[in-house]
């Protein structure tokens, strides 16, 4: 009887000790919450990178010829302004800079938000094309004809730009693979200029013999043609330190080398909205590295 009652108070009075001796009877057990690397905080660093500047002026003579050409007939008939006189130009360029910022962990996805600072200096010339054209419209007794010659250039000068984006990343071990998208300022010189010549005749129809001298450039004066003197107009616009601005998205890559400091690569691509009708975008790769607070 006695060995039934010091049984019976084992089994009572040590369940514990028992079951950490049977721990596969115990199923399957809790383990512990994942750890990643800390991204969380501020950083601070410095970047370099090459870029392809585009712009396309196309357009940018569209505001010199049209006030040159404001309430002339020529305008109104044939909206010479309208003329695509230049082309679009690209150059590559270096380019240096910063950014800082602050990240948010939610274990392995991050979010932020950051500001960069890109220094360049990329100048682009506009490619010209000269257009000449003869044009005639009707009048009330006769025709009026024009004999317009265009021509123009173009530059085109972006300084520094600098952006604010937001961020989003997904930790894989040591990397940080991100994608941002943000808002984007820059200061630019620009200048823009075009001349425009052109000689204007008129045929009128003879009440006597009802025919109409052809019209002939240059223009000789007849019985029934009058000649006007030949016109030549030009404008320029242009500004330094023009203020720009536009969005940017891309992607990148950082790496940690310690818990303080990592390395980063990405690609950017940056649209301007236009100046002046000049419509500029940046593409760059940039390398840099930061230091973790």
Not at 91 to 104: E, P
Not at 164 to 171: N, S
């Amino acid at each position: 009887m006695r060995w039934v009652i010091c049984a019976l108070a084992v089994f009572a009075f040590a369940p514990c000790a028992l079951a950490d001796d049977l721990d596969v009877l115990r199923g399957s057990q809790p383990v512990g919450p994942p750890t990643y690397p800390r991204w969380s905080g501020f950083y601070v660093g410095g970047q370099f990178g090459v870029g392809d500047v585009n712009a396309d002026f196309s357009k940018a003579t569209q505001g010199p010829l049209g006030f040159v050409l404001r309430e002339t007939l020529l305008e109104q008939d044939f909206n010479p302004s309208q003329w695509p006189i230049l082309g679009k130009a690209s150059v590559d360029g270096l380019s240096f800079g910063g950014f800082a910022g602050y990240n948010t962990q939610w274990q392995d996805l991050i979010l932020g938000i950051e500001a960069d600072y890109t220094r360049t200096s990329d100048t682009l010339f506009a490619p010209a094309s000269p257009i000449g054209r003869i044009l005639s419209t009707s009048i009330s007794n006769g025709l009026q004809g024009f004999d317009p010659a265009l021509t123009a250039s173009a530059s085109l000068q972006l300084m520094d730009y600098a952006s604010l984006r937001a961020r989003a990343g997904w930790i894989a071990g040591d990397f940080l693979p991100y994608g941002f998208a943000g808002f984007v300022l820059g200061l630019a010189n620009y200048n823009v200029s075009a001349t425009v010549q052109w000689q204007e005749e008129k045929s009128i129809t003879d009440p006597v013999t009802g025919k109409l001298t052809p019209i002939i450039f240059p223009c000789v004066p007849s019985a029934d043609v009058y000649c006007s003197s030949t016109y030549l107009f030009s404008s320029s616009q242009g500004k330094n330190s023009a203020l720009m601005y536009g969005f940017s998205v891309g992607g990148g890559l950082d790496y940690a080398l310690n818990q303080n400091v990592f390395l980063r690569g990405e690609f950017e691509f940056v649209q301007f909205a236009p100046i002046a009708n000049i419509v500029a975008s940046i593409f760059s790769a940039r390398a840099g590295a930061a230091i973790k607070f």
